[in-house]
């Protein structure tokens, strides 16, 4: 498995304040409150797309905004909500944020939403009542959901490349992919795996080279054993075979010996055998050894050059057909049902706003109230508005907070803190 990962920061869109506002007509002297609503900030939601395989573009763009609400107008115009924005991630995207997973995409077409826009802010209009007949107060909007987020991509290549040590494997790969692995004239020269994708047609492939394998591998000589459990996870194996070898044939069931001892289900895994460096041998020779092998396999075998580009083409989109066929034929089998429920995914709405709420008295002299709905509340109080707070401190009444408050000997002039906003008790 190959991972790549990226931080990014996620911010939904605030939500738009209400807005404070008296009808004004002609025949009527004193107009009631008209302040319309703010509206909803912009969701941020993100969609899984199988054309992308990496998350180097958030190495880039490392922050997700959505768009903030519109504040409410006049004459109880509401707010125009703020553009929710849809990011694509590569399928095999998961989402992290404090180390627990937010999402897990594993299908083309995959959508959720990670973090909700804040609600708009009620406008003066809801505030009207039998003994307020001018309500100068709105709420301003929400904030929206806002966190940094750790985005990992766990890959499963399409094609793995096996071979012994010197085949030409890395070099195969640097030639029809972005990888640049080392390349070098001796056995052993890749140490870890390589991942390269090689765009071909309209499709492109995700290829694993691996250390090269030798006799033995299985008893944990050379490299490439430990490294076999990347190509389990492949679609295709593609089987490389150096033809400056006195003996391709021997070669290929030397390497099929291991794969059998690592695991039965490799062997029945579909396979296409290329014999590589076909510049470096008579084309009649090459011949001669596509006859050997066709003896010992029943899979496709082509001959390739990587320096002279010969051949690769023709190899890519065999490549290609078969692990579309690869795939097809999991699709079917797979009878893996993914519900709903195996994603959590929080939100704003999930969190608690229950009436419940506590009173702490800090040792810097400051009463620290919190609880779902009070806290709620209090993010939509507009602070500059001495009629919002004073709304806010209703409430508190109505809650119980306030006769808390007192018995805890509160003064009117102490500081009460509520979701990070700080006010005196009463003025
Ligand atoms: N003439 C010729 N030489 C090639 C070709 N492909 C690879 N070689 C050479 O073969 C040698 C080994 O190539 P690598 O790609 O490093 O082989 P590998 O299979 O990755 O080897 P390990 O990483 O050790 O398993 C290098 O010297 C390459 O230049 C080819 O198409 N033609
Ligand atoms: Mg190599």
Do not use: C
């Not at 609400?69 to 004459?75: L, N, R, Y």
């Not at 083309?108 to 909700?116: C, L, S």
């Not at 083409?313 to 429920?341: H, P, Y």
């Amino acid at each position: 498995m190959f991972v790549d990962t990226a931080k990014v920061f996620i911010e939904a869109g605030k939500g738009g304040d209400g807005a404070v506002s008296f009808r004004h007509e002609i025949y009527v002297p004193k107009g009631g409150p008209d302040g319309g609503d703010g509206g909803r900030g912009g969701n941020v939601i993100l969609r899984a797309a199988k054309e992308l395989n990496t998350l180097l573009d958030f190495r880039y763009q490392p922050e997700l905004k959505a768009r903030p609400g519109k504040a409410g107008g006049k004459q109880n115009m509401a707010g125009k909500s703020g553009e929710n924005i849809t990011v694509k991630v590569p399928v095999g995207t998961v989402v992290v944020r404090d180390g627990e997973v937010l999402a897990d995409f594993i299908e083309d077409g995959q959508e959720v939403t990670i973090a909700k826009g804040g609600g708009g802010g009620f406008g003066n209009a809801h505030f009207k009542s039998s003994v307020r007949q001018t309500p100068r107060i709105a709420e301003v909007g929400e904030p929206g959901e806002k966190f940094e987020a750790e985005l990992e991509l766990k890959l499963l290549a399409d094609v793995g490349l096996v071979g012994l040590p010197n085949a030409g494997k890395s070099t195969f790969l640097s030639v029809v992919s972005n990888a640049r692995p080392e390349i070098a004239d001796y056995e052993f020269t890749t140490l870890t795996p390589n991942l390269g994708v090689a765009d071909i047609d309209e499709s492109s492939l995700l290829i694993a080279d691996i250390p090269g394998l030798i006799e033995g591998a299985s008893e944990g000589k050379g490299l490439g054993y430990q490294f076999l459990r990347h190509v389990e996870r492949t679609s295709v194996i593609l089987h490389l075979i150096d033809s400056l070898s006195s003996d391709v044939a021997g070669d290929y069931l030397k390497i099929r010996a291991e794969l059998e001892k690592y695991s039965a289900d490799l062997v029945k895994r579909p396979e296409i055998v290329a014999l590589t460096k076909a510049d470096a041998v008579d084309d009649e020779i090459i011949a001669m050894q596509s006859t050997d092998l066709s003896k010992v396999t029943s899979s496709q075998v082509f001959a390739i050059s990587s320096s002279a580009h010969r051949g690769t083409t023709e190899l890519l989109r065999a490549l290609v057909k078969s692990v579309k066929t690869a795939r097809e034929q999991r699709a079917n089998e797979s009878t893996e049902v993914v519900t709903e429920g195996d994603v959590p995914v929080i939100t704003l709405t999930d969190k608690d706003y229950s009436n419940a709420w506590e009173v702490l008295r800090r040792e810097d002299g400051v009463f620290e109230v919190k609880g779902g709905k009070i806290e709620r509340f209090a993010v939509r109080t507009d602070f500059a508005n001495v009629h919002s707070v004073n709304r806010l401190r209703d409430i508190m009444k109505k809650l119980g907070v306030a006769a808390e408050l007192n018995r805890l000997s509160a003064e009117p002039e102490s500081i009460v803190e509520i979701a990070g906003k700080q006010f005196t008790f009463f003025e």
